[in-house]
């Protein structure tokens, strides 16, 4: 019984402590299941994204996390910039593994926990355009500002702001606009025209329009505009166009207008519409170097998502930026604005960006988290970015150099090649300038090294007697130019009125200097740039006069004056007449005429047949730049034929049988013309002789009554 008893109570204590341990170890299981899923979180790989230089950053509040249990400490990473998320607005993604980097290879301002979080934007509502209206307004702040904007676009009476147009369509295009800051008086006073740009529609040359309908309403004045077969190219997706407003007097007013449409590619049409940097004062800054930090902003016009479709899923939306070229850690996404003809526009401001100096192209990828919309990717290359070049070493290898680069101790160092400073390219507007007129001259200049840079550039221009510099010294300082780098030059000129019909010198002179072996050396350059001057033609034809009428078969002259007001002379001056005149084809050779000359040619006009004479006199020439002019002068003249009147039939004719016998000549008539003088000469001889007796005669008789009285 006993023994009973002990076999029975040792089956009962094995059977609770089999029991006890069974419960020991699922409370572990327990134990442990429950500290895994409290636990800390703890950073797992996860897949690498599609483009290894682009993160996310989270836009929104980390979520509240369950409380941890006690791990041990670990070290934290250092932060590398290549592996940045910034996630705008965007729920909890998993974190990307992280690539540990030497911490002394980080800019002292890009050490930050990996962990960054954006904070919510804020409600206000930083969104870009649209559409912007633009404006036109004088120089003088006094005059009135005209504002207008496209109300519709209507191609062969289809809204191309709400259906698809294609390429090719051609119609009538009408405009819808509305126009402030004109009264209804004024347009109405003023001749307008059209100007496509861009070559989307066509044409694309001023043109006059027919203007449908205008009325004003609230001071804005609403005008149709209509324009016959307009051509769409499928360019672009966008109508851009200029209104021309001219008073007659010389002096216009252009109005620019730009409206999106629809076209087959705007559902998957998206682009960077525009990029600009700031600095801390919100102040737009126009060029970045390596190690700035500044504030970028940047405009997306995307047309394949409503407005109010973006600003649902704003929240969410998450942008990736090519970390290695631009480092940062906050950005924020504006609401979006409605684009007319669908789309939307926004902002993405991306603060305290670091410019590495790599390249200055800007990586974008946009992810709506939306599965009906793809992502976007976009690229836009900013010019305000300066790349930087880093100086090259002793081992660098160039291919124009003459030495192998053999390392071996025998062979002496050859030093880099004069570096040299040219004028690459200029322009003066093209052409001939003009003597007394102005001209714009713009100069590329180029460090044509290699290898080295060249500092503190002086350059100086030396312009001859024929040119006179306008608002500048004939000096310039440039800092620095990069190796294989360029930069521009402009200087405004005039050209005296004297100045010769010929091309005039510019000497452009440079002195420089540049670091070769770890020594500051100075060089210097000359380099000659010619521009080509013409005078103004002001060589002139007088109009020719002519009769009124001339005769059939007699020839008349006229005489063609012509006159050189100009400065310089012209050449083979030759002088021709046409027409249907009966002595055609006359010509005469002038040769030169001087500066301030005149000279003539005459010609004889007849006609061989009554009727109306015209023609033209034709002077050609040849000018300081020996091109050949002409100049003409078109005349007209009406020829008449001489005839004798025919017989009165009421006057009787005499018949020559009665007329009698003339009557005898007079005896004077008789005598000859050379009796008539001789009996003339001998009449003068005897009156003299007659006349010279009788004062002889008197002279005798005074003697005697003399001596009588004596």
């Not at 203007?211 to 004045?221: A, D, K, R, Y």
């Not at 221009?461 to 040119?467: D, G, K």
């Not at 002038?590 to 000359?597: L, M």
């Amino acid at each position: 019984m006993n023994r009973f008893c002990k076999s029975t109570f040792s089956l009962l204590l094995a059977t609770l402590l089999l029991f006890s341990a069974a419960g020991i170890s699922f409370g572990m299981v327990l134990q442990s299941t429950h500290a895994y899923a409290v636990g800390p979180s703890v950073e797992t790989p996860a897949p690498a994204p599609d483009e290894e230089d682009q993160q996310e950053t989270s836009g929104q509040d980390e979520q509240e996390k369950p409380q941890e249990t006690e791990q041990p400490e670990e070290q934290p990473p250092v932060w590398n910039p290549k592996d940045q998320t910034i996630n705008i607005m965007g729920e909890e993604k998993k974190t990307e593994k992280k690539e540990l980097i030497p911490e002394q290879a980080i800019p002292e301002k890009d050490k930050s926990d990996s962990a960054l979080t954006i904070n919510p934007p804020k409600s206000e509502n930083n969104t870009s355009a649209g559409e912007e209206e633009d404006s036109i307004s004088d120089d003088n702040n006094d005059s009135p500002i005209i504002e207008g904007h496209v109300s519709a676009v209507l191609l062969n009476g289809i809204d191309l702001t709400e259906n698809m147009i294609r390429i090719g369509e051609k119609g009538k295009l009408e405009l819808a606009l509305s126009l402030s800051g004109i009264t209804l008086e004024q347009y109405e006073s003023y001749q307008k025209t059209i100007k496509f740009s861009g070559r989307n529609f066509v044409p694309d040359e001023p043109i006059e329009p027919s203007f449908l309908s205008h009325t004003e309403q609230n001071g804005v004045l609403i005008c149709t505009v209509s324009v016959e077969d307009v051509l769409y190219n499928g360019i672009s997706d966008k109508i851009e166009f200029s209104l021309l407003f001219s008073d007659g007097s010389g002096s216009s007013i252009s109005l620019d207008f730009s409206q999106t449409i629809r076209t087959e590619a705007a559902s998957e049409n998206y682009e960077i519409k525009s990029a600009i940097f700031t600095n801390s004062e919100n102040n737009i800054i126009s060029r970045i170097t390596r190690g700035n930090y500044a504030n970028l902003i940047v405009t997306i016009h995307d047309y394949g998502i409503s407005a109010s479709k973006f600003n649902s899923v704003k929240n969410k939306t998450s942008v990736s930026i090519n970390t290695d070229v631009f480092r940062t850690s906050n950005a924020s996404i504006s609401n979006g604005t409605g684009l007319k003809g669908g789309g939307v526009s926004y902002d993405i401001t991306f603060s305290d960006v670091y410019f590495s100096g790599k390249d200055n192209n800007l990586q974008l990828i946009i992810d709506y988290d939306d599965p009906d919309i793809t992502k976007r990717r976009l690229v836009h290359t900013l010019s305000q970015c300066q790349i930087y070049e880093p100086e090259p070493d002793d081992n660098d290898n160039y291919p124009d150099d003459d030495d192998d680069h053999d390392s071996s101790s025998s062979k002496p160092d050859i030093p880099p090649p004069t570096p040299n400073i040219i004028v690459s390219t200029y322009d003066y507007g093209g052409g001939n300038v003009t003597a007394a007129g102005n001209f714009t001259l713009t100069m590329t200049l180029m460090n044509t090294s290699k290898r080295v840079n060249v500092d503190n550039v002086v350059m100086k221009l030396s312009v001859p007697e024929a040119f006179t510099l306008t608002s500048s010294s004939n000096t310039f300082y440039i800092e620095r130019i990069a190796k294989r780098s360029s930069v521009e030059r402009t200087v405004n000129l005039s050209v005296k009125p004297n100045a010769d019909a010929i091309s005039h010198p510019i000497k452009v002179s440079f002195t420089y200097e540049s670091v070769i072996n770890d020594e500051r050396k100075q060089f210097s350059a000359e380099q000659d740039i010619s521009i080509p001057v013409s005078q103004l033609d002001r060589f002139s034809l007088n109009p020719v006069e002519m009769p009124s009428e001339i005769y059939v078969g007699e020839d008349s002259s006229i005489e063609a004056t012509f006159v050189n007001k100009g400065k310089s002379t012209v050449y083979n001056v030759t002088a021709e007449i046409t027409g249907n005149l009966s002595q055609p084809g006359q010509r005469q050779f002038i040769g030169n005429v001087e500066s301030g000359k005149e000279e003539s040619a005459d010609f004889l006009i007849g006609a061989l047949e009554a009727g109306t004479i015209s023609g033209e006199v034709v002077i050609s020439y040849e000018d300081a730049n020996m091109n050949v002019n002409e100049l003409r002068s078109p005349f007209t003249t009406t020829a008449v034929s001489f005839e004798m009147p025919a017989p009165d039939p009421g006057l009787d004719v005499m018949n020559p049988d009665d007329i009698g016998e003339a009557p005898p000549e007079p005896w004077y008539q008789k005598i000859p013309a050379w009796g008539w003088t001789t009996g003339g000469v001998t009449a003068i001889i005897l009156l003299s002789f007659a006349a010279k007796a009788m004062r002889r005669h008197r002279e005798l008789k005074l003697l005697e009554d003399s001596d009588e009285d004596f």
